[in-house]
């Protein structure tokens, strides 16, 4: 690919062209082959260079093509596979799909994660505001029914792709929000730098399919399946923080949690 090239996206279809110009598999290495062409086309992938939709030859073709065996590059695949970066259909072939935010289970917010991940997150501060609690806010913040608490509504994006509309709910006077400060970092970052040390959290998981409104926020087919989040953040006291209610489109984003044994 000529040197003035590199930064445009190649054709949809077009993806094993790209893939022998970017990969460079070196067989002195101590990495198994496998894993270099996965990691060559996941780095493709992500930047941008494989859109989605781009279409990558069958595995006998593709093995030719780059001096591999097979097996080689079906462990590639179902590599790329288990990381969402591509499917595999029966008649179609392998195809590029829009990568996904795998979310660890944490207390961290999802600004920091996005960033840790190498993306760009970019928010959207949607509503702020102080309202009366409702009963459920109340109780998740231990307050009484009716009190003020600040109403935050955020759309949160990787890049240009919107992936949450985050509505979270804190008592008034704990932690000061503008505009500003909440488009430039997470919450959570801006509790912590108001003296607060977070300590714990309760945490619901959920799914439904989304309104007609939240589809068009998220940019996704009405109807289409939302991953759900409840959340109750607690200092190092016990004192309730904050409670977020957030809907992340599910065709771009996951939680990931690792299990381990007793």
Do not use: W
């Amino acid at each position: 690919m000529p040197a003035g090239d590199r930064g445009k996206e190649p054709p949809v279809g077009d993806a094993t062209g790209v893939l022998l110009d970017l990969v460079r598999l070196d067989r002195s290495s101590p990495v198994p082959l496998y894993f270099q062409l996965a990691q060559g086309i996941q780095g493709a992938v992500v930047d941008g260079l494989l859109p989605p939709g781009s279409r990558i030859d069958n595995e006998i073709l593709l093995a030719e093509r780059l001096g591999v065996s097979r097996p080689t590059v079906r462990q590639a695949m179902q590599y790329l596979v288990e990381q969402g970066l591509v499917v595999r259909r029966r008649g179609i072939g392998t195809k590029v799909v829009q990568p996904q935010v795998r979310r660890p289970l944490g207390l961290t917010s999802l600004f920091d994660d996005l960033r840790n991940d190498g993306q760009e997150p970019t928010t959207a501060v949607l509503t702020l505001v102080v309202v009366p609690a409702e009963a459920t806010v109340a109780a998740a913040l231990g307050l009484e029914e009716g009190d003020d608490v600040v109403e935050l509504v955020r759309l949160r994006s990787a890049g240009t792709r919107p992936i949450a509309k985050m509505t979270n709910y804190l008592p008034v006077g704990r932690v000061e929000l503008t505009r500003e400060a909440i488009e430039m970092g997470g919450l959570y970052e801006l509790i912590r730098s108001a003296g607060v040390t977070l300590h714990a959290a309760t945490q619901t998981i959920g799914a439904r399919t989304a309104t007609a409104a939240e589809a068009r926020l998220l940019e996704e087919p009405r109807g289409a399946a939302l991953l759900t989040m409840q959340r109750t953040a607690y200092d190092d006291q016990g004192v309730a923080v904050e409670h977020g209610s957030h809907v992340y489109a599910a065709s771009r984003y996951s939680f990931q949690a690792q299990l381990l044994s007793p």
